[in-house]
């Protein structure tokens, strides 16, 4: 089965660090670039950050670049999201999602998602 | 960046109702949109690809049209498993934006 499973999320104080991770299984991982979509609650989506299949392309939102750091493992089927400098406004329900090799990059398989809280 | 802006942001709607959601891109993007259908409590599911194209998975009642900065989303004869909050997102530039989802509620 592919799947994508996150983990890592948790309660962090402002200006905290955290790392968040994604599992992947049932899938050729190192074979399709992924990303980075939160969910802020009540909020709808939004992308935050791009990795290519070998790393060699790495893109972020404007809203959390120079704070987060996107990378991947493919020997170990993971790819992480290292967040420095935490805001109130980063909490979100933080998910990883695979890019499409077939559907015009299309996000075609999500986790199941891990929540960050940013409060004091 | 390219905005995606929906319409309308809710909707109430009733077991076998036909629903159309609006999507709108700032600029033109070719037909780089995707439709994702998010459940309440859920993880968002791909539903259209490309404006038109159907997952296999994705019940024929679900339909996407458009292309250049106007799509649509088209359910045609609403279900019970369709009450979701629904997403156009477009793929044709970084950074990969979502419109503001559109709710479907039972009326």
């Known amino acids: 089965e592919v799947q994508l499973v996150e983990s890592g999320g948790g309660l962090v104080q402002p200006g905290g660090s955290l790392r968040v991770s994604c599992a992947a299984s049932g899938f050729t991982f190192n074979s399709f670039a992924m990303n980075w979509v939160r969910q802020a609650p009540g909020k709808g989506l939004e992308w935050i950050s791009y990795i290519s299949s070998r790393s060699n392309t790495i893109y972020y939102a404007a809203s959390v670049r120079g704070r987060f750091t996107i990378s991947r493992d493919n020997a170990k089927n993971s790819l992480y999201l290292q967040m420095n400098s935490l805001r109130a406004e980063d909490t979100a329900v933080y998910y990883c999602a695979r890019v499409s090799g077939s559907y015009f990059d299309a996000f075609d398989i999500w986790g199941r998602g891990t929540l960050v809280i940013v409060s004091s | 960046d390219i905005q995606m802006t929906q319409s309308p942001s809710s909707l109430s709607a009733s077991v076998g109702d036909r629903v159309t959601i609006t999507c709108r891109a700032s600029q033109s993007i070719s037909n780089y949109l995707n439709w994702y259908q998010q459940i309440p409590g859920k993880t968002p599911k791909l539903l259209i690809y490309?404006?038109?194209s159907l997952l296999s998975a994705v019940p024929s009642r679900f339909s996407g049209s458009g292309s250049g900065t106007e799509f649509t989303l088209t359910i045609s004869s609403l279900q019970p498993e369709d009450f979701a909050t629904y997403y156009c997102q477009q793929s044709y530039t970084t950074p990969w934006t979502f419109g503001q989802g559109t709710k479907v509620e039972i009326k």
């Open positions: 490309a404006a038109y």
